[in-house]
């Protein structure tokens, strides 16, 4: 399957170490991809002995229900991510994808949705990355137009933790109601889940029961 999803238009050079490749990633680069192995708290993906619900999740539950990551943000993922992102680099869409699947099982999920970029930024980039992530997990479920952005906020990167709530606080609307629906929130990367928190917040109020998110990346915290 992997080997499958591998072979793109890239041809003969890895993606990212540029070496000799039967498609985007030679073996090498992709065996040493920064898989999430450790025990995770199931809640937001962090690292947790014995897999149990970390001490941030019990002290300030998130109002999502569960994390699913592939790997941390480190190189080349982040390299990966980036090059989807802001260089347009989409057939990386199924490669990321394909690392995000077997994470999944998806069961009872009654909608997948991708984290809305605004309409302007939309129009900006040509594309959601999120979105075309989504779109090559091939569920039934996906529906890309659930929830809207209704302003872009600053990037997030540039903000401290409690700013970054702050600032993305009403970001998002459902376009319709959900009462007692199952929901993946799909998304190119988590960082410190201020966005997901606000996205499952907002599929909650409209009536969703519960809220997973579904993400390639995981930002960890480093020492
Ligand atoms: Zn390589
Ligand atoms: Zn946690």
């Given at each position: 399957?992997?080997?499958?999803?591998?072979?793109?238009?890239?041809?003969?050079?890895?993606?990212?170490?540029?070496?000799?490749?039967?498609?985007?990633?030679?073996?090498?680069?992709?065996?040493?991809?920064?898989?999430?192995?450790?025990?995770?708290?199931?809640?937001?993906?962090?690292?947790?002995?014995?897999?149990?619900?970390?001490?941030?999740?019990?002290?300030?539950?998130?109002?999502?229900d569960a994390?699913?990551?592939?790997?941390?943000?480190d190189?080349?993922?982040?390299?990966?991510?980036h090059a989807?992102?802001?260089?347009?680099?989409?057939?990386?869409?199924?490669?990321?994808?394909?690392?995000?699947?077997?994470?999944?099982?998806?069961?009872g999920?009654?909608?997948?949705?991708p984290?809305?970029?605004?309409?302007?930024?939309l129009?900006?980039?040509?594309?959601?990355?999120?979105?075309?992530?989504?779109?090559?997990?091939?569920?039934?479920?996906?529906?890309?137009?659930?929830?809207?952005?209704?302003?872009?906020?600053p990037?997030?990167?540039?903000?401290?933790?409690?700013?970054?709530?702050?600032?993305?606080?009403?970001?998002?609307?459902?376009?319709?109601?959900?009462?007692?629906?199952?929901?993946?929130?799909?998304?190119?990367?988590?960082?410190?889940?201020?966005?997901?928190?606000?996205?499952?917040?907002?599929?909650?109020?409209?009536?969703?029961?519960?809220?997973?998110?579904?993400?390639?990346?995981?930002?960890?915290?480093?020492?």
């Amino acid at each position: 399957m992997l080997e499958r999803l591998l072979s793109g238009r890239f041809g003969c050079s890895c993606f990212v170490c540029r070496g000799a490749a039967r498609g985007l990633l030679c073996a090498q680069c992709a065996a040493e991809l920064p898989r999430l192995a450790r025990p995770l708290c199931p809640r937001c993906a962090l690292e947790s002995p014995g897999g149990a619900i970390c001490g941030r999740c019990l002290s300030q539950p998130p109002a999502y229900d569960a994390t699913h990551a592939a790997l941390a943000y480190d190189f080349p993922a982040d390299t990966l991510v980036h090059a989807l992102k802001f260089r347009g680099e989409l057939a990386l869409a199924p490669l990321l994808a394909g690392l995000l699947a077997p994470k999944l099982r998806g069961d009872g999920i009654d909608h997948v949705v991708p984290v809305p970029l605004s309409a302007e930024r939309l129009r900006r980039r040509g594309y959601n990355q999120a979105a075309e992530i989504a779109r090559h997990l091939g569920r039934d479920a996906l529906e890309v137009a659930l929830c809207e952005r209704t302003r872009e906020a600053p990037p997030q990167m540039e903000l401290p933790y409690d700013e970054r709530q702050r600032n993305v606080r009403g970001a998002f609307r459902c376009t319709r109601a959900l009462i007692g629906a199952r929901i993946a929130v799909v998304d190119d990367v988590m960082t410190t889940g201020a966005t997901l928190d606000e996205m499952a917040r907002t599929l909650k109020a409209a009536g969703a029961v519960h809220v997973e998110n579904w993400v390639v990346a995981r930002t960890l915290p480093h020492a």
